[in-house]
Each structure stands twice: as C-alpha cells, then as structure tokens.
C-alpha cells in the first residue's frame, strides 16, 4: 500500500509543480509532511506532547 501511497504523493507534487510553479510545489510539500507528521502521531508513533511541551 506504501508505494501506492507515494505515487500519489509524488504525483501531485509533480503537478503542483509544473502547473503552479514553486510555491504550489513547496504548499503541497509542507501539507503532505504536516499530514504525515499527524498520521504517525495519531496513530501513536510520534509523542507530539514531547515535541511541544515545555523544555527544562
């Protein structure tokens, strides 16, 4: 399922960036990683509470 997953992924930066230039390429990046990062926190492999929290 994973190589399907980045297909579509890399599909549609490919047409962000041929159809909006770079901005649209590094929108849709940041998106796709702020969508990654939730996934894994959700489905608990990244303790987001750690990454915000306050720092001693």
Do not use: C, K, Q, S
């Given at each position: ?11 549609a930066l490919g ?42």
């Amino acid at each position: 399922m994973w190589p399907i997953v980045g297909l579509a992924f890399g599909t549609a930066l490919g047409f962000a960036a041929a159809f909006g230039g770079f901005g649209a390429f590094a929108l849709v990046l940041l998106l796709g990683l702020a969508g990654f990062v939730a996934g894994r926190a959700y489905e608990g492999d990244v303790d987001l509470a750690r990454l915000f929290g306050e720092r001693r």
